[in-house]
Nanobody
Framework: QLQLVESGGGLAQPGGSLRLSCVIS????????IGWFRRAPGKEREAVLC????????YYAESMKGRFTVSRDNARNTVYLQIVSLKPEDTAVYFC???????????????????WGQGTQVTVSS
């Protein structure tokens, strides 16, 4: 059974950086696209980006461009989300989600991703 586990969240200062990890188990990562989403307090969950299963093509939500980058290590079955220049408004629970053989064309639709992790909390505060 496919499972996703996020880690790397925590308390960070404004201007700092964090690297979140999403580890997949149950199937080789190379066949899967990974979407990152976040839910800020009192807000609905929103898409951050999606990295496709082939060619590592990445799609960024418009408001996420510039400070968020993603990379994947298929050998480790892990996808990383790097966030730099952290802002208090980045405070949220960050989720990774996946779909097999997915090109990320509709990545902002949560329903495109049948498998989700439990999330990792990121808090940005001084």
């Amino acid at each position: 059974q496919l499972q996703l586990v996020e880690s790397g969240g925590g308390l960070a200062q404004p201007g700092g950086s964090l690297r979140l990890s999403c580890v997949i188990s149950g199937s080789p990562l190379e066949y899967y696209a990974i979407g990152w989403f976040r839910r800020a307090p009192g807000k609905e969950r929103e898409a951050v980006l999606c990295i496709s299963y082939e060619n590592n093509i990445t799609y960024y939500a418009e408001s996420m461009k510039g400070r968020f980058t993603v990379s994947r290590d298929n050998a480790r079955n892990t996808v990383y989300l790097q966030i730099v220049s952290l802002k208090p408004e980045d405070t949220a629970v960050y989720f990774c989600a996946t779909q097999v053989y997915y090109d990320c064309s509709g990545y902002q639709r949560e329903t495109d991703f049948p498998f989700w992790g439990q999330g990792t909390q990121v808090t940005v505060s001084s």
